[in-house]
């Protein structure tokens, strides 16, 4: 059983890139040959759940338009870890953070990391 | 991008009652929707995968139908476990989005 855990500092400055690890942990990113996806899914009071993006098996990224400009999903498999980068935060950037294996043949998320609170200040 | 409206936005129901909720998709996903449940400071959980597909450990009392646009995810007997809010999620394409999710309250 896979379990994701998300790490990296809670407050960010307004127009600084927030950059969060997660590392996975009960099993190898590249155990198996089956088609999942890594990313990461924040939650907001005002947003409510925001799918952020997915890097595949494959290495082939996909990301929400209302980001794509700013963020950036990576894998290293050789530590068992992937990580978000998104620029130039703002206070709308406010969110819990999760972490997500996907599965890319049948769309869900499971399992997910427990959440971290990111807070942009200015 | 494909919107997710979910109804009732909450639904106040006992212990033993059949609680049911929609969620209704912009356009139409074929059977591509999953839904999820979160507790207060979890994360979501997965309960349903195209549209009627049990994940592994899910108890037989959820159950989710639908087809298209129009989806529902019923609960045969509420037990105390399962107050939570309950959120759909559209797997048809990208970008992929979520309803506002449903919460079932203690009556």
């Known amino acids: 059983q896979l379990q994701l855990q998300e790490s990296g500092p809670g407050l960010v400055k307004s127009w600084e890139t927030l950059s969060l690890t997660c590392s996975v942990s009960?099993?190898?990113?590249?155990?198996?040959?089956?088609?999942?996806?890594w990313g990461w899914i924040r939650q907001s009071p005002g947003k409510g759940l925001e799918w952020i993006g997915i890097m595949s098996y494959n290495g082939d990224t996909y990301y929400n338009p209302s980001l794509k400009s700013r963020v950036t999903v990576s894998v290293d498999t050789s530590r068992n870890q992937f990580s978000l980068r998104l620029t130039s935060v703002t206070a709308a950037d406010t969110a819990v953070y999760h972490c997500?294996?996907?599965?890319?043949?049948?769309?869900?998320?499971?399992?997910w990391g427990q959440g971290t609170l990111v807070t942009v200040s200015s | 991008d494909i919107q997710m409206t979910q109804s009732p936005s909450s639904v106040s129901a006992s212990v033993g009652d059949r609680v049911t909720m929609t969620c209704r998709a912009s356009q139409g996903l074929s059977n591509w929707l999953v839904w999820y449940q979160q507790k207060p400071g979890k994360a979501p959980k997965l309960l349903i995968y195209?549209?009627?597909s049990l994940q592994s450990g899910v108890p037989s009392r959820f159950s989710g139908s639908g087809s298209g646009t129009d989806f529902t995810l019923t609960i045969s007997s509420l037990q105390p476990e399962d107050f939570a809010t309950y959120y759909c999620q559209q797997a048809k394409s990208f970008p992929l989005t979520f309803g506002g999710g449903t919460k079932v309250e203690i009556k």
């Open positions: 997500v294996q996907y599965d890319m043949s049948s769309g869900w998320f499971d399992p």
């Open positions: 009960g099993g190898s990113m590249t155990s198996t040959t089956y088609s999942w996806g």
């Open positions: 195209l549209t009627s």
